[in-house]
């Protein structure tokens, strides 16, 4: 974070991290993708390490720039819920536990935890979660009560049919889902190719690879 922001310092001096860009992390599925479970917890730990960056960067304290990640092999609502409560126990809980005889708490020597709390972005071409991902958020929604859901919809034919079911779970609980369609492409050729897929879906374009940088709408 400390090289992006040194590199391209005027960009983002223009352009204001979590007003203009966000920037959104990608760790692994430590289920899944078994030999890199342990950049799951360094992605989860890495998240206020990055976010005082930000702060001192901009002068402002705290800054919430970083707050949600993209976790890939998502097959149930249990899976969205097992990383908010792991940021929580890890990060959250830990950072005010006492670390001395004296009481001093890990917070008052490192800092506070920024987020307090941390969304995850699902992200699967699995049919089984396409075609009930309705459902999945749907549960997710009741049990957790999130300000918002963001979805990453895989799988062009099959994403036309999530995008109807996530609309209709936004409708009947008044909560706002944002889906993101993925594509391996150039921009020129995306926005002439996959965008045509998608005529009457309002869409924005954004970067792929581990970090993703969007725009905002």
Same mark, same amino acid.
């Given at each position: 974070m400390r090289k992006l922001l040194t590199k391209y310092g005027e960009y983002f001096s223009k352009n204001k991290l979590?007003?203009?860009?966000?920037?959104?992390?990608?760790? /692994?599925?430590?289920?899944?993708?078994? !030999? &890199?479970?342990?950049?799951?917890?360094? *992605? #989860?730990?890495?998240? /206020?390490?990055?976010?005082?960056?930000? !702060? &001192?960067?901009?002068?402002?304290?705290? *800054? #919430?720039?970083?707050?949600?990640?993209?976790?890939p092999f998502i097959i149930s609502h249990v899976d969205l819920v097992r990383v908010r409560e792991t940021y929580r126990k890890v990060i959250t809980e830990s950072i005010n536990e006492k670390i001395d005889y004296y009481g001093l708490k890990l917070r008052e020597l490192v800092g506070k935890a920024c987020p307090v709390e941390t969304e995850a972005i699902p992200l699967t071409k699995d049919l089984n979660f396409l075609t009930t991902c309705d459902q999945i958020l749907a549960t997710y929604?009741?049990?957790?009560?999130?300000?918002?859901?963001?979805?990453?919809?895989?799988?062009?034919?099959?994403?036309?049919?999530?995008?109807?079911?996530?609309?209709?779970?936004?409708?009947?609980?008044?909560?706002?889902?944002?889906?993101i369609i993925g594509a391996r492409m150039s921009l020129l050729i995306y926005a002439k190719g996959n965008v045509k897929s998608y005529v009457g879906y309002k869409l924005r374009i954004q970067s792929t690879g581990n970090t993703i940088l969007t725009g905002k709408s």
């Open positions: 979590s007003e203009y860009v966000f920037l959104t992390l990608r760790p /692994p599925n430590p289920l899944i993708e078994v !030999s &890199s479970k342990k950049i799951f917890l360094e *992605t #989860l730990e890495y998240m /206020p390490k990055h976010n005082d960056g930000i !702060s &001192s960067f901009y002068n402002e304290h705290p *800054t #919430l720039s970083i707050f949600e990640k993209i976790l929604i009741e049990l957790v009560s999130p300000s918002y859901v963001r979805v990453f919809v895989a799988a062009t034919l099959l994403a036309k049919l999530a995008l109807s079911k996530l609309r209709t779970v936004e409708a009947h609980s008044s909560m706002k889902i944002y889906p």
